[in-house]
């Protein structure tokens, strides 16, 4: 049987399970509300990142994976990525001998799969540093998966290693848009469900081939928008449960939505246009995305009219186009929840309450952490003030680009090495 919510006095000084059971039974919404009449300095005590002990926790992770490094595994690339990028976003470094093995370790499974290649070199790029880098042998896949999810982790990879070329995108731009549902996010496949993980998959894939404007991106925006709950963290589709790993699926699609708003309002002017000209058929078209609509011709910056050389620097354009916005979802509540809700007080994050912490769960809560506290900011890195940061500044972790998720410094490290290339 349910028992009744905590008083505010109850709540001020509660074991972390006495917490997690009552998030739980409030459906987390109470917690949120109840958590106002907190006084901020116990506010700011419960929202802490707690990064000596998520360090822990990660470290421990990565050790056990160090310690059978000789068997490959296919999930074994991306718990090192799940980890090692987790460590990036609290600001801190692995151990040179744990950092020799994990490259050794990744070069060994150079193997061709997309999604763990996509692991690997993400990986190999947080550790930066020549070893790490020239030990990327840039290969290339053919078939595979046929997904949004293997779209991008094929573009992702070739744009981050400076090999992206017309045959590489051939037909991609085509196959994300049939993926564009009803609702206004993207599915895996055609015909299937919306869901934020292939939402932000085929979102970042259509920037980086600069066909983002094919895309119905204001019912996109709609769509992921409404995905943030009254929980304040996102769900991944319609009618399911908020989860810690869509503050970055749906909240970084935002966060890449938040940088196409000159499309989005000549996408939207164009629709109002229509519906005053009642050109009903056109109209259909152009938002299922069958359209040869002008509003398929808007330029925007990092999106291509059509393939010119210029494609390769799409993701590097986006950060350095970057201008001073506000974020497009709740950017406080969602911290709120990651640290409220999702955030082990023993290290670690995880789906919600009431769930185990895991390395995927804390690698994707921490990039959507990263996400929010970055997301008025006036350049991609510039430190954003406090009173957009959730609990105390110190919470404050590395900034992402967020087309690749890796950290800047790092991203900007591999850049420079591949264009040199
Ligand atoms: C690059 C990369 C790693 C991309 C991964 C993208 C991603 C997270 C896809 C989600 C896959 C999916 C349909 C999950 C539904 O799980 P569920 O039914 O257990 O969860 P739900 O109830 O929240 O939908
Ligand atoms: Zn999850």
Do not use: L, T
């Given at each position: 049987m349910a028992t009744s919510p905590p008083t505010a006095t109850e709540a001020l000084s509660p074991t972390v399970s006495q917490r997690d059971q009552w998030i739980v039974e409030s459906q987390v919404f109470e917690i949120y509300q109840l958590f106002a009449t907190i006084p901020p300095n116990a506010q700011s005590i419960m929202l802490e990142v707690q990064r000596d002990k998520h360090i822990e926790y990660l470290s421990k992770g990565l050790r056990h994976l160090g310690s059978n490094f000789s068997v490959l595994d296919a999930n074994r690339p991306w718990l090192c990525y799940w980890i090692i990028h987790s460590i990036a976003l609290l600001g801190e470094f692995i151990d040179d001998e744990l950092e020799d093995n994990t490259i050794d370790f990744l070069n060994r499974c150079q193997m061709p799969h997309l999604a763990t290649t996509y692991a690997a070199v993400n990986t190999l790029i947080t550790l930066g540093g020549d070893k790490a880098l020239a030990s990327i042998n840039r290969w290339m896949h053919v078939e595979g998966e046929i997904d949004a999810r293997a779209c991008y982790t094929a573009i992702s990879v070739a744009s981050v290693l400076n090999i992206l070329d017309e045959e590489l995108i051939k037909n991609v731009g085509d196959f994300i848009l049939s993926c564009q549902t009803y609702e206004g996010g993207i599915a895996g496949e055609p015909g299937s469900e919306a869901h934020g993980g292939y939402t932000f998959c085929g979102l970042a894939a259509m920037i980086l081939i600069g066909e983002a404007n094919r895309l119905d991106l204001p019912r996109l925006l709609d769509w992921v928008v409404f995905r943030q709950g009254k929980e304040c963290g996102f769900q991944g589709r319609t009618n399911k449960l908020v989860d810690g790993?869509?503050?970055?699926?749906q909240g970084g699609a935002v966060a890449l939505l938040q940088r196409l708003h000159s499309i989005i309002d000549a996408q939207m002017a164009e629709a109002s246009q229509f519906s005053t000209i009642s050109d009903a058929l056109e109209e259909k078209e152009s938002l299922a995305g069958t359209s040869s609509h002008a509003s398929c011709r808007i330029k925007h910056?990092?999106?291509?009219?059509?393939?010119?050389?210029?494609f390769k620097n799409i993701g590097y354009n986006f950060i350095n186009e970057w201008r001073a916005s506000e974020p497009l979802f709740h950017s406080m509540a969602l911290q709120q929840y990651i640290l409220l809700?999702?955030?082990?007080q023993d290290g670690g994050l995880r789906d919600k309450p009431g769930k185990r912490r895991d390395h995927y769960h804390s690698c994707y809560c921490l990039s959507g952490l990263s996400i929010c506290q970055y997301?008025?900011?006036?350049?991609?890195?510039s430190p954003p003030l406090p009173k957009v940061v959730m609990g105390p500044y110190s919470n404050l972790l590395e900034p992402i680009h967020p087309l690749f998720n890796v950290v800047l410094e790092q991203y900007r490290e591999a850049r420079e090495f591949f264009a040199g290339l």
């Open positions: 790993c869509y503050s970055f699926w910056e990092g999106v291509n009219e059509s393939h010119s050389p210029d809700c999702a955030q082990e997301s008025w900011s006036k350049r991609p890195d």
